[in-house]
Protein backbone atom coordinates (compact mmCIF):
# COMPACT_ATOMS: atom_id res chain seq x y z
CA UNK A 1 0.00 0.00 0.00
CA UNK A 2 1.01 3.52 -1.18
CA UNK A 3 0.28 6.57 0.85
CA UNK A 4 1.42 10.36 -0.39
CA UNK A 5 2.38 12.50 2.08
CA UNK A 6 2.27 16.72 0.88
CA UNK A 7 4.76 18.20 2.74
CA UNK A 8 5.90 22.08 3.12
CA UNK A 9 8.93 20.94 5.55
CA UNK A 10 11.91 18.52 4.81
CA UNK A 11 11.59 17.25 8.32
CA UNK A 12 8.31 15.83 8.42
CA UNK A 13 9.92 12.84 5.67
CA UNK A 14 12.00 11.59 9.02
CA UNK A 15 8.83 12.18 10.96
CA UNK A 16 6.62 10.38 9.45
CA UNK A 17 8.94 7.43 8.38
CA UNK A 18 9.65 6.65 12.26
CA UNK A 19 6.23 6.41 12.93
CA UNK A 20 5.74 4.19 9.82
CA UNK A 21 8.38 2.08 10.80
CA UNK A 22 6.86 1.36 14.15
CA UNK A 23 3.35 1.21 13.27
CA UNK A 24 3.33 -0.28 9.56
CA UNK A 25 6.63 -1.24 8.25
CA UNK A 26 5.01 -2.46 4.98
CA UNK A 27 3.90 1.09 4.17
CA UNK A 28 5.13 2.68 1.62
CA UNK A 29 5.33 6.95 1.76
CA UNK A 30 5.76 8.82 -1.16
CA UNK A 31 6.74 11.94 0.35
CA UNK A 32 6.08 15.60 -2.04
CA UNK A 33 8.17 18.23 -0.27
CA UNK A 34 6.89 21.92 -1.80
CA UNK A 35 8.28 24.13 0.89
CA UNK A 36 7.36 26.72 -1.64
CA UNK A 37 3.54 26.00 -1.09
CA UNK A 38 3.83 27.50 2.27
CA UNK A 39 4.91 30.88 1.21
CA UNK A 40 3.11 31.34 -1.64
CA UNK A 41 -0.12 30.40 0.62
CA UNK A 42 0.45 32.77 3.41
CA UNK A 43 1.28 35.57 0.54
CA UNK A 44 -2.60 34.83 -0.56
CA UNK A 45 -1.77 33.18 -4.04
CA UNK A 46 -4.31 30.67 -3.60
CA UNK A 47 -5.82 30.15 -6.28
CA UNK A 48 -2.97 28.54 -8.42
CA UNK A 49 -1.86 26.57 -5.72
CA UNK A 50 -5.26 25.02 -5.52
CA UNK A 51 -4.85 23.95 -8.63
CA UNK A 52 -1.23 22.61 -8.63
CA UNK A 53 -2.21 20.77 -5.31
CA UNK A 54 -5.60 19.57 -6.79
CA UNK A 55 -3.16 17.75 -9.94
CA UNK A 56 -0.75 15.73 -7.35
CA UNK A 57 -3.78 14.91 -5.32
CA UNK A 58 -5.22 13.59 -8.64
CA UNK A 59 -1.84 11.80 -10.05
CA UNK A 60 -1.22 10.35 -6.20
CA UNK A 61 -1.41 6.18 -6.21
CA UNK A 62 -3.40 5.62 -3.29
CA UNK A 63 -4.71 8.12 -0.77
CA UNK A 64 -3.13 11.55 0.48
CA UNK A 65 -2.39 13.24 3.49
CA UNK A 66 -1.67 16.68 4.12
CA UNK A 67 0.76 17.76 6.60
CA UNK A 68 0.99 21.01 6.31
CA UNK A 69 -2.21 22.83 8.07
CA UNK A 70 -1.71 26.16 6.67
CA UNK A 71 -3.01 24.17 3.26
CA UNK A 72 -5.02 22.28 4.94
CA UNK A 73 -8.47 23.92 3.49
CA UNK A 74 -7.25 23.83 -0.25
CA UNK A 75 -5.72 19.92 0.25
CA UNK A 76 -9.16 18.88 1.77
CA UNK A 77 -11.15 20.30 -1.41
CA UNK A 78 -8.98 18.11 -3.56
CA UNK A 79 -9.64 14.86 -1.95
CA UNK A 80 -6.68 14.96 0.20
CA UNK A 81 -6.72 13.92 4.25
CA UNK A 82 -5.93 16.81 6.44
CA UNK A 83 -3.21 16.26 9.13
CA UNK A 84 -4.99 17.46 12.25
CA UNK A 85 -8.21 16.43 11.28
CA UNK A 86 -7.68 13.40 13.73
CA UNK A 87 -6.50 15.09 16.19
CA UNK A 88 -9.14 17.63 16.20
CA UNK A 89 -11.83 15.02 16.60
CA UNK A 90 -9.72 13.50 19.38
CA UNK A 91 -9.55 16.98 20.95
CA UNK A 92 -13.60 17.47 20.88
CA UNK A 93 -14.22 13.82 22.53
CA UNK A 94 -12.45 15.62 25.73
CA UNK A 95 -15.72 17.35 26.11
CA UNK A 96 -13.81 20.39 27.79
CA UNK A 97 -12.30 23.68 26.97
CA UNK A 98 -9.33 23.06 24.51
CA UNK A 99 -5.82 25.01 24.49
CA UNK A 100 -4.93 25.25 20.88
CA UNK A 101 -0.89 25.86 20.73
CA UNK A 102 0.15 26.99 17.51
CA UNK A 103 3.29 29.02 15.36
CA UNK A 104 2.59 30.47 12.53
CA UNK A 105 -0.23 32.89 12.41
CA UNK A 106 -1.41 31.32 8.72
CA UNK A 107 -2.11 28.56 10.72
CA UNK A 108 -4.53 30.14 13.32
CA UNK A 109 -7.78 30.41 11.18
CA UNK A 110 -7.68 27.10 9.56
CA UNK A 111 -6.66 25.13 12.46
CA UNK A 112 -9.30 27.14 14.90
CA UNK A 113 -12.31 26.36 11.92
CA UNK A 114 -11.27 22.59 12.37
CA UNK A 115 -11.61 22.60 15.99
CA UNK A 116 -14.59 23.72 15.82
CA UNK A 117 -16.03 22.05 13.22
CA UNK A 118 -15.27 18.98 14.85
CA UNK A 119 -17.11 20.40 18.14
CA UNK A 120 -20.18 20.96 16.18
CA UNK A 121 -20.01 17.37 15.10
CA UNK A 122 -19.53 16.52 18.16
CA UNK A 123 -22.24 18.32 19.64
CA UNK A 124 -20.61 19.87 22.46
CA UNK A 125 -19.16 22.91 21.47
CA UNK A 126 -16.43 24.17 24.16
CA UNK A 127 -14.10 27.83 24.85
CA UNK A 128 -11.12 27.31 23.24
CA UNK A 129 -7.91 28.93 24.29
CA UNK A 130 -5.39 29.99 21.49
CA UNK A 131 -1.35 29.73 22.46
CA UNK A 132 0.39 31.69 19.79
CA UNK A 133 4.10 31.23 19.72
CA UNK A 134 5.47 32.79 16.56
CA UNK A 135 8.58 33.70 18.58
CA UNK A 136 9.81 29.97 18.42
CA UNK A 137 9.57 29.64 14.86
CA UNK A 138 12.54 30.17 13.37
CA UNK A 139 14.16 27.60 16.13
CA UNK A 140 12.59 25.09 13.86
CA UNK A 141 13.24 26.61 10.41
CA UNK A 142 16.65 26.45 11.69
CA UNK A 143 16.63 22.77 12.25
CA UNK A 144 17.14 23.20 16.29
CA UNK A 145 14.22 20.44 16.68
CA UNK A 146 15.61 19.71 20.89
CA UNK A 147 15.20 23.66 21.52
CA UNK A 148 12.17 24.13 19.44
CA UNK A 149 10.34 21.07 21.51
CA UNK A 150 11.63 22.69 24.98
CA UNK A 151 10.88 25.76 24.52
CA UNK A 152 6.82 24.90 23.12
CA UNK A 153 6.47 22.25 25.75
CA UNK A 154 7.19 25.13 28.84
CA UNK A 155 4.61 26.98 26.94
CA UNK A 156 2.25 24.75 27.29
CA UNK A 157 2.73 23.59 30.13
CA UNK A 158 2.37 27.33 31.70
CA UNK A 159 -1.09 27.96 29.73
CA UNK A 160 -2.52 24.50 31.21
CA UNK A 161 -1.29 25.51 34.33
CA UNK A 162 -2.82 29.25 34.12
CA UNK A 163 -6.22 28.34 32.97
CA UNK A 164 -6.77 25.13 35.16
CA UNK A 165 -10.31 24.31 33.34
CA UNK A 166 -8.27 22.78 30.13
CA UNK A 167 -9.80 19.19 28.87
CA UNK A 168 -7.18 18.94 26.10
CA UNK A 169 -4.35 20.47 24.35
CA UNK A 170 -3.77 20.17 20.91
CA UNK A 171 -0.46 21.07 18.75
CA UNK A 172 -1.75 22.44 15.86
CA UNK A 173 1.42 21.76 13.39
CA UNK A 174 2.84 18.60 12.79
CA UNK A 175 6.16 20.27 13.05
CA UNK A 176 5.16 20.57 17.02
CA UNK A 177 4.58 16.75 17.78
CA UNK A 178 7.83 16.25 19.35
CA UNK A 179 6.51 18.46 22.82
CA UNK A 180 4.18 16.21 23.65
CA UNK A 181 6.67 13.57 24.94
CA UNK A 182 7.92 16.34 27.18
CA UNK A 183 4.35 16.74 28.55
CA UNK A 184 3.27 13.25 29.19
CA UNK A 185 3.27 14.21 33.20
CA UNK A 186 0.01 16.95 32.53
CA UNK A 187 -3.16 15.86 33.79
CA UNK A 188 -4.96 16.43 30.58
CA UNK A 189 -3.70 14.63 27.00
CA UNK A 190 -1.51 16.72 25.05
CA UNK A 191 -2.27 15.75 21.22
CA UNK A 192 -0.45 15.91 18.20
CA UNK A 193 -1.02 15.14 14.76
CA UNK A 194 1.49 12.73 12.60
CA UNK A 195 0.37 9.33 14.06
CA UNK A 196 -3.42 10.11 14.81
CA UNK A 197 -3.45 11.33 11.21
CA UNK A 198 -1.29 8.30 9.65
CA UNK A 199 -3.14 5.46 11.63
CA UNK A 200 -6.59 7.52 10.30
CA UNK A 201 -5.25 6.70 6.78
CA UNK A 202 -4.03 3.20 7.50
CA UNK A 203 -8.03 2.79 9.02
CA UNK A 204 -9.91 4.34 6.14
CA UNK A 205 -7.63 2.34 3.75
CA UNK A 206 -7.65 -0.91 4.93
CA UNK A 207 -11.56 -0.55 5.69
Sequence with gaps: MTITLLHTAEAHRERFDRIRDRIAPDLTLNHVVRP???KRAQEGRGAALEDEIAGVVARA????LCTC???GPLAEKAGAMRVDWPMMRAAAQAQGPVVMAFCLESTFAPSLA?????LAEEGAPQKVYPLPLPQYWP???AGQAEAFDAVIAGEV???VDAQGDVAAVVLAQASM???AARLEDLVVPVLNSPELALRAVLDVTRG
Excluded at 61 to 64: F, I, K, L
Excluded at 114 to 118: G, I, P, S
Aim: glycine share 8%.
Design 114 to 118: LLERA
Design 157 to 159: RQA
Design 139 to 141: LFE
Design 177 to 179: AGA
Design 36 to 38: RWL
Design 61 to 64: AGPV
Design 69 to 71: TTL
